[in-house]
């Protein structure tokens, strides 16, 4: 009880991206919670560029909440103590400077033997894919009829 206050960086980012992913699907759907907002909905241009700007912020923050997610889970493999610890392959499926090329080869290569390196890569492969897919699914979920109104049937 030293008055020495700390902050879990990890806690902020998963908060942070949740909190804009939610707002993110609200505006998107034009829910009723979001058409308040004057400053957002005052046109259909600006809904529009403040249901961008809300989706590239939230996947810039979804990005770092996975890359810390993944540092923390590399450094404590590696530091663990005992037979148990991390392989060198182990940890080229967690860096972040391992290829495209490098994690399909620890995925499917037939020079990996170990299952767990095969699931890494392959986790990391997803959470490459994840990051666009989930704009993309937010930005499909859009209402065009709600923001381009009767001029789209025209």
């Given at each position: 009880?030293?008055?020495?206050?700390?902050?879990?960086?990890?806690?902020?980012?998963?908060?942070?991206?949740?909190?804009?992913?939610?707002?993110?699907?609200?505006?998107?759907?034009?829910?009723?919670?979001?058409?308040?907002?004057?400053?957002?909905?005052?046109?259909?241009g600006y809904s529009i560029f403040f249901l961008r700007a809300f989706s590239e912020?939230?996947?810039?923050?979804?990005?770092?909440?996975?890359?810390?997610?993944?540092?923390?889970?590399k450094w404590a493999m590696i530091c663990r103590n005992g037979r148990s610890r991390a392989r060198f392959v182990d940890f080229l499926a967690l860096q972040e400077g391992t290829t495209i090329l490098g994690l399909l080869s620890l995925a499917i290569g037939a020079a990996v033997p170990s299952i767990k390196t095969r699931l890494w890569s392959?986790?990391?492969?997803?959470?490459?894919?994840?990051?666009?897919?989930?704009?993309?699914?937010?930005?499909s979920m859009l209402s065009l009829l709600l923001l381009l109104g009767p001029k789209l049937g025209s």
């Amino acid at each position: 009880m030293g008055g020495v206050f700390r902050i879990n960086h990890g806690s902020v980012l998963v908060f942070l991206t949740l909190a804009l992913l939610v707002l993110t699907c609200l505006q998107a759907s034009g829910s009723i919670l979001t058409r308040n907002f004057t400053l957002v909905n005052q046109s259909r241009g600006y809904s529009i560029f403040f249901l961008r700007a809300f989706s590239e912020i939230a996947g810039v923050s979804l990005s770092a909440t996975i890359a810390a997610t993944l540092e923390s889970i590399k450094w404590a493999m590696i530091c663990r103590n005992g037979r148990s610890r991390a392989r060198f392959v182990d940890f080229l499926a967690l860096q972040e400077g391992t290829t495209i090329l490098g994690l399909l080869s620890l995925a499917i290569g037939a020079a990996v033997p170990s299952i767990k390196t095969r699931l890494w890569s392959i986790t990391r492969l997803l959470t490459m894919v994840l990051i666009p897919g989930i704009g993309i699914l937010i930005m499909s979920m859009l209402s065009l009829l709600l923001l381009l109104g009767p001029k789209l049937g025209s």
